[in-house]
């Protein structure tokens, strides 16, 4: 059975998605009153996406000393991010990872499952790991919440622990860093989890969002509370260019302290001594001209005195945009790190210019950590 056959898209109602997320519903007749139901304990199908098996003794240290998160600690049930690199720190792959003591699974988006399938196997060498493609084997359910009752019945648990990932964004992960300066951060509230079920029970699921049991919501649901919560993604915040530093991704996939890996180089110094060239910033939209912008939308500074009238300065993309249930229009975008972070900005959409109330999540100072000084409240010195 493949995504495309999803048995949600029988379900009444129900639109397809596009692009990455094509093979699941996108959304019920309702994106926004789905929100609601989403955080009301609804669930999302995203059978789409793929699912890799790691076994063997070796499997968390190999995978440790490639990606960029701490695992060999993982333990049984636990969850975590991780990012595999270029040799240039440029992210390549996101992974997110949940061990069950004999096997470690890696959630992935479908488009990034075959290379990273083939990478992975490429790098086996003579460890004991063994590498499948388990996506046809199992499906990924979305919620949102500290469990679900519907999806703990029907989760997942070939080696006796229930295949559930739960997102570490909720807080800054150990070894982790977090550059948006902020005292109450929207991630907190994102309580978001994937459960692994078999591709057989994936029918009885819709049966019982059919009969009512359990609410349902499409991905665009799932989507705007993302956005709302600034937690990136790779396949809509990232290009062939990111490094984890411009989105705030070293707040959960990446561990400061561990010991080496291909990309770390990079990852340490900017950090430690430089700046991202670019930065992910949270837009409030305008909704007044009925025009919600697109991903790949340019961000645009007023015109500067003196400017030719409709050549504005481009200073970024929208990489995300959805309608929320409490915020209205709302976007992530990436943009240059040198964009001012007190004017308004625009977005360039269907040939207007929307206004968009910017909202910083990674300053333009971001990095450079190393050398500032900093108060200890209870001991009232500073240190460095």
């Known amino acids: 059975m493949t995504s495309a056959g999803s048995p949600f898209l029988a379900l009444p109602g129900a639109v397809d998605s596009a692009a990455a997320d094509q093979g699941v519903p996108a959304h019920y007749g309702n994106p926004v009153a789905e929100q609601r139901a989403l955080l009301a304990g609804a669930i999302v199908d995203l059978s789409h996406r793929g699912v890799i098996s790691v076994s063997g003794a070796d499997r968390l240290s190999w995978l440790n000393s490639l990606t960029s998160q701490s695992l060999t600690s993982l333990a049984p049930g636990e969850s975590t991010e991780s990012l595999l690199l270029g040799v240039s720190g440029r992210v390549e792959f996101d992974m997110r990872v949940v ?18 399938l083939a990478w992975l196997l490429k790098m086996r060498f003579t460890l004991r790991v063994v590498i499948s493609d388990r996506t046809a084997e199992f499906a990924t359910v979305g919620s949102i919440g500290v469990s679900n009752a519907v999806l703990d019945a029907a989760a997942a648990a070939p080696n006796g622990v229930a295949l559930i990932w739960r997102d570490p964004w909720a807080s800054v992960s150990e070894g982790g860093h977090q550059y948006a300066q902020v005292v109450d951060h929207p991630g907190a509230e ?9 591709r057989e029970s994936l029918a009885a699921l819709a049966d019982r969002v059919r009969d009512d049991e359990v609410g349902v919501a499409g991905v665009l649901a799932a989507e705007a509370l993302r ?121 360039l959409s269907d040939g207007i210019v929307v206004a968009a109330g910017q909202e910083v999540i990674v300053p333009p100072e971001a990095g450079s950590v190393v050398g500032r000084i900093r108060r200890m409240p209870r001991l009232g010195v500073m240190r460095r």
Request: charged share 25%; hydrophobic share 40%; net charge negative.
């Open 227 to 347: 956005i709302a919560a600034w937690r990136p993604r790779r396949a809509t915040e990232g290009d062939e260019k990111t490094i984890p530093h411009e989105l705030d991704w070293m707040r959960s996939a990446v561990h400061l302290s561990k010991g080496c890996y291909r990309g770390q180089e990079t990852v340490a110094k900017v950090h430690n001594l430089g700046h991202p060239p670019r930065r992910l910033v949270f837009l409030h939209l305008d909704g007044t001209d009925n025009v919600l912008p697109k991903p790949g939308d340019d961000v645009v500074l007023p015109a500067q005195a003196g400017a030719a009238v409709g050549e504005p300065d481009v200073v970024g993309q929208v990489t995300s945009s959805a309608i929320h249930y409490e915020l209205g229009p709302i976007a992530l975008a990436v943009v240059r790190r040198s964009t001012p972070v007190d004017p308004d900005l625009g977005v």
């Open 99 to 116: 061990d069950d003591g004999d096997t470690a699974w890696l959630l992935v988006d479908a488009d990034e499952l075959p290379a990273l």
């Open 190 to 198: 994102w309580l978001w989890r994937e459960t692994l079920v078999s």
